[in-house]
């Protein structure tokens, strides 16, 4: 090999391992920081591009587990105002039947009935009440059904019946101005209430149903992150353990690699002793 001063071919040569190790070590150190083998799209455009579609996926599916929380809030609060209203039926039908006692003098038939309307009122204020986040779904302000999303692609929905229990509606028939002031009355109030009773709890049974199904499917839509979170990791995420290895080989090789660039400088000199 000839001797030059004005190309050093060993010098070139270690000088470009002396980069390409320093590019590695620096692309390590990377990842290490970042916790991430690609963090970008030049580290690997396909992976990268798959990684970003299922992050995508799983933003979405946290939207759709918001509109489900917001569903079985509304379902709890809903049965909740339903099983008061079953309770409150309850001491009307007491009531009621007490009052179809004909023996009762004017006195205690006026204050039956003054109990029997102030649980009507009880009623009418459990129903107009029982709202959560703007939406009540027993007082008829909502018909037919609210829907909620049950997929990332905004395609699939879980619904939420209504269960209007205003008073004199499909399911409480017993209007807000019943009376039993007289045994006649108490007779026909009787047979509304017998029927609002019976709806009512079957309102309730359908309404806990679908408070169950959208339980079910919000635990399935959580599970389904997590495995969405752990495909992510798989594709992208850096073994610390490794890069922490390859780190310390990359440091030995870099010390290396500078020693040896700074032999491969001195072989010029080799010609001043030639010249002597």
């Known amino acids: 090999m000839s001797i030059s001063v004005h190309t050093n071919k060993s010098a070139l040569t270690a000088l470009q391992n002396l980069n390409k190790t320093n590019d590695q070590l620096a692309d390590t150190q990377n990842r290490i920081n970042t916790g991430l083998k690609i963090g970008n799209a030049k580290d690997n455009a396909s992976v990268w591009s798959i990684a970003q579609g299922q992050r995508a996926d799983i933003g979405a599916l946290s939207a759709v587990t918001m509109s489900l ?15 008061s209203v079953s309770d409150l039926l309850v001491q009307l039908k007491e009531k009621v039947v007490a009052a179809q006692d004909t023996s009762l ?18 009623i009418g204020q459990v129903v107009s009440n029982s709202e959560f986040d703007g939406a009540n779904i027993m007082n008829g302000s909502i018909t037919g059904s609210i829907r909620f999303l049950a997929n990332a692609d905004a395609n699939a929905y879980i619904t939420l019946s209504t269960q209007n229990m205003t008073m004199g509606g499909s399911i409480i028939t017993i209007a807000s101005t019943a009376s039993i002031g007289t045994v006649t009355l108490a007779a026909a109030a009787l047979v509304s209430l017998t029927a ?54 990359l440091q030995v090789q870099q010390q290396l690699g500078a020693q040896a660039l700074s032999i491969a400088n001195q072989a010029p000199q080799i010609v001043l002793q030639l010249f002597k």
Do not use: C, P
């Open 196 to 249: 609002s009773m019976t709806n009512v709890n079957q309102a309730l049974g359908n309404l806990g149903a679908q408070a169950k199904q959208i339980e079910a499917h919000n635990k399935f839509v959580g599970k389904l992150q997590d495995v969405l979170q752990a495909g992510v990791g798989n594709l992208v995420d850096a073994d610390l353990a490794k890069e922490s290895a390859r780190l310390q080989a």
């Open 69 to 83: 929380n917001r569903a079985q809030s509304i379902a709890e609060v809903s049965m909740s105002a339903g099983e």
């Open 105 to 122: 003098d004017a006195t205690s038939r006026g204050a039956l009935n003054a109990d029997f309307k102030s649980i009507l009122r009880q």
